[in-house]
């Protein structure tokens, strides 16, 4: 599924008025249905709404609501946050329909309003049509009143399109926005659903068909919603005549003295995601550690200096790299200086697909030179705050841009984790991750993610779909911890010894559709 912009979201309307003959109000009625759809999956047996209306497309789709609701038997009151005369044409008209009907659009200056709003908190439920994917600007006067109202209120709201005060492309907020229960979009996911505060106060969010013809949702636009049969089209298959080194030799080079769970975990993750050969590369302490928890794992001891992998340790592991089909690098190495001096004399020799993260993106970031070699750099927002030297407000701010100014930059696949982890690389869609939960945020998880991207790398996979494939795997690993065993409270070992049964699911699913 394509991830629009507001842009995007206004030229296939345009389009399909022009171009495929559906009429804008059809669009508006359908729009309208399909919000009110979800208001009778919260309140079955009917109740008293509250639907505020602005002045614009979103306050018709409001209007629609109103009127539908009231011909079902529901209290309905309508609020409008503006005057009638400065209502657009096609929330004019869908507002003469409904008062037609019996509905009685109460604008911001007539006296009922504050007394409407004084009794918002015994209402069941509101409907919040105020402002569209095209806001702008900092919300103000009665939109900003009535926002305040719905948040102070304690009654669940239902957002049409995108929840007022929201900015559609970055999900940051224009001054005040609405705390929504429930947002309705329409046609296609717009950006603020995966970023921002429009992350939050989206609540659970759906996508509804109102009439958009098919042929513009399926036009590819800068970002897609990864999706199980997606990744099941793409993850390797085991041959029956295969044995253990046609499935991938990966090479984990990980771990310090104070930081040794690291590559037990990563080593753990490229297991259970289906590698064939896992080697751990690191300092005595580690790999006695690694040989306790992962008795699988071969283990190449590297020589340390207090506590770390030293600098000599380059040599060999260069002089085995033949054996390796990837390699992660990073998780618990540190960035002192001797491993930032071992990693720069690795890489000016290594050209094997490589993962790099945690330490190594540290590394990158003071100024160590990418391998040249298929790389995908898998950044929390704090690692990537130092390889764009920007604050980590700014990388938040908006996911998207940030991961195509780190494309740019490096030229690499980037994976920025998170909630609605993205993956970017040149000349590629955005993939944007819809699997995984707040339990994940946790020790560990990123190093259980990049063990299985290692693994899908090592199987022949480009870095792109491998990171891509990665998370959505790992994310669906998470899930059914959160189900099976907590929503919180799962480790990332836990993730990393679900990984198979996650595997299980996603193939399980492509194959019933």
């Not at 629009?4 to 804008?24: M, N, Y």
């Not at 507002?95 to 911001?108: C, D, E, L, N, T």
Request: some cysteine; hydrophobic content about 40%.
């Amino acid at each position: 599924m394509w991830i629009a912009t507001a842009e995007h979201s206004k030229q296939i309307d345009r389009r399909a008025t022009e171009e495929f003959g559906v009429p804008a109000k059809v669009l508006m009625e359908r729009a309208g249905l399909a919000v009110f759809a979800a208001v009778q999956e919260l309140l079955p047996n009917g109740g008293r709404i509250t639907v505020f209306c602005g002045k614009g497309n979103n306050g018709g789709d409001g209007f629609v609501v109103a009127r539908v609701a009231l011909d079902h038997h529901f209290g309905v009151d309508c609020l409008v946050a503006a005057e009638e005369e400065d209502l657009t044409q096609d929330a004019l008209e869908q507002m003469k329909i409904a008062r037609a009907q019996g509905v009685q659009p109460i604008f911001y200056s007539d006296p009922r309003w504050h007394r409407k709003t004084d009794a918002l908190c015994c209402r069941d439920l509101i409907v919040d049509a105020l402002l569209g994917t095209g806001a702008r600007c900092e919300v103000k006067g009665a939109i900003k009143d009535a926002i305040q109202l719905i948040n102070r209120s304690g009654v669940p709201a239902v957002s049409v399109d995108v929840p007022s005060g929201i900015c559609c492309n970055t999900g940051e907020e224009l001054g005040e926005s609405v705390w929504a229960l429930r947002t309705v979009t329409f046609g296609m996911p717009k950006r603020f659903l995966f970023e921002g505060l429009g992350l939050e106060h989206s609540g659970y969010w759906t996508v509804s068909e109102i009439g958009i013809p098919h042929a513009l949702l399926n036009e590819p636009t800068a970002a897609r919603l990864v999706d199980s049969e997606w990744v099941a089209n793409l993850l390797p298959e085991r041959l029956r005549a295969s044995h253990k080194g046609d499935n991938g030799s990966i090479l984990i080079v990980a771990g310090s003295r104070n930081m040794r769970g690291a590559a037990s975990l990563a080593a753990r993750a490229a297991i259970r995601s289906g590698a064939g050969l896992v080697t751990v590369a690191s300092i005595p302490d580690v790999c006695a550690a690694v040989s306790a928890n992962v008795p699988e794992a071969i283990l190449l001891p590297l020589p340390e200096i207090d506590g770390v992998i030293s600098g000599d340790a380059a040599s060999v592991l260069l002089q085995n790299k033949t054996k390796y089909h990837s390699a992660l690098f990073g998780p618990g190495l540190t960035h002192n200086q001797p491993v930032l001096e071992f990693l720069s004399k690795v890489w000016q020799s290594w050209d094997q697909p490589s993962v790099i993260d945690a330490d190594a993106l540290n590394a990158v970031s003071e100024g160590v030179p990418l391998p040249n070699a298929d790389c995908v750099l898998t950044p929390h927002p704090g690692e990537m705050s130092r390889l764009l030297h920007c604050s980590i407000a700014e990388i938040q701010a908006d996911r998207f841009r940030t991961v195509t100014q780190a494309v740019e930059k490096f030229r690499q696949c980037v994976l920025l984790k998170g909630p609605y982890s993205i993956v970017g690389e040149p000349r590629q869609p955005m993939m944007v991750n819809c699997t995984g939960n707040p339990g994940m945020a946790s020790a560990g998880m990123g190093d259980v993610l990049s063990g299985v991207i290692a693994t899908l790398l090592g199987q022949d996979m480009p870095g792109y779909y491998a990171a891509t494939s990665g998370m959505y795997w790992h994310g669906t690993s998470g899930d059914i911890c959160a189900t099976e065993i907590g929503p919180i409270g799962y480790s990332a070992g836990d993730v990393a010894d679900t990984l198979a049964k996650a595997r299980c699911r996603i193939v399980s699913a492509c194959h019933r559709k």
